[in-house]
Every structure is written in C-alpha cells, then in structure tokens.
C-alpha cells in the first residue's frame, strides 16, 4: 500500500514539473494561408496575445507549411515583427513595388528568398531566438497585440502560416487541485 501511494505521489510531482515547464499558445490568421501571399498586396496580421497573460516567452516560431513561389523569377519575402496591427488580417496594395513595405515599422524577423524553383516547395520555421527577437516580443506583447507584417514580392502558395509561442513562469502550480491538473489533459 506503501507502494502504491508513494508512486502515485510520484507522478503527481513528474505532471506538476511538466505543466510549470512551459506552455505553447498557436495562433492562426484568416484566411490561414493569407490568400497565397499576392504579389501585389502586403499584410498585416494583428494577433490577440491576452492569454499569455504575465508569461515569460521562451520562443516564437513563424512557420510556413509548403511555401514555394508560383513561378521561377527573383522574388523575397518580407517578414517584421510589429508592436502593432488591425486586429486579424489587413491587406493593402503595394503594386508589385520590389522595395519593403515595413522598412523602418518594425524589426525585420528575416527576408526569404525561393532558391529551389517554383516546383519544389517547403515548410519553412523562423525562431526568434535566431534573430535576436525574443526581447522585442516580449515588449510587443505587453499591450496584448502582436503584429507581423509580411510583404511578398512575388506570389507564394502555401499551406498555412501560424505563429507558435512558448513561454512559462507566473502560472502557479501549487494551487493547483488535481482535477485543474486533469483538465490540461
Ligand atoms: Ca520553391
Ligand atoms: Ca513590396
Ligand atoms: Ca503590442
Ligand atoms: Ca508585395
């Protein structure tokens, strides 16, 4: 019985250290794959962060899912980092213009360029620790708004975009009762 007990006492502490570990939020604009990503527009994409709450970031990921450029010619995309942005997705006309429209808006996370021709296509994973981004999206997010702004110099099909944010710290496990614990399963 002895046993028993203390091994129950044991995984209760394994699941309490997990769930103080961190926590991993994934946003998703609409429409998801921003329309193709045209040429012709740029975006903006405003995310409601509020569940992160007081929450350390410990990482951000732009991710793409099977981004390619429709056709062979020089192309680059343009992604920044934004304290601020319409909520959701907002789209305006740069008319093909090959200069960043979010030059000098906010940090840029990178610019990408399709090396592999318009039939191969890949996922493609920014990290912000890369970048040196990590403090700026701890600052944007205070407000609880985070915007990334994307300007696609020529047209990408994709899959899907999304951001992917882990962070931890100042949810408190102690309190938790094991039925809370239960429920995040
Ligand atoms: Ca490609
Ligand atoms: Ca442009
Ligand atoms: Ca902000
Ligand atoms: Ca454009």
């Not at 309490?16 to 429409?31: G, L």
């Not at 985070?146 to 496990?173: K, M, R």
């Amino acid at each position: 019985m002895r046993k028993i007990m203390f091994i129950g006492v044991a995984i209760l502490g394994m699941m309490t250290t997990t769930i103080s570990a961190s926590e991993v939020f994934t946003f998703t604009p609409d429409p998801e794959d921003l329309n193709d990503l045209d040429h012709y527009k740029w975006y903006t994409w405003g995310i409601d962060v509020t569940c992160l709450d007081a929450r350390i970031i410990d990482e951000v990921e732009l991710r793409f899912e099977n981004i390619s450029n429709w056709d062979n010619d020089t192309n680059i995309l343009y992604l920044h980092l934004l304290d601020t942005a319409g909520l959701g997705v907002t789209i305006g006309d740069d008319d093909q213009d090959p200069a960043d429209h979010f030059d000098g808006m906010g940090p840029l996370i990178d610019s990408w360029v399709d090396e592999n021709g318009a039939g191969t296509s890949e996922t493609l994973s920014f990290f912000f620790s890369d970048y040196g981004l990590i403090d700026d999206a701890q600052i944007f997010v205070l407000d609880g708004l985070l915007g990334i702004g994307l300007d696609p110099d020529c047209h990408y099909f994709n899959d899907g975009v999304s951001l992917i944010i882990t962070a931890s710290g100042e949810t408190a496990t102690e309190d938790l009762s094991w039925s809370d614990i239960k429920g995040r399963f």
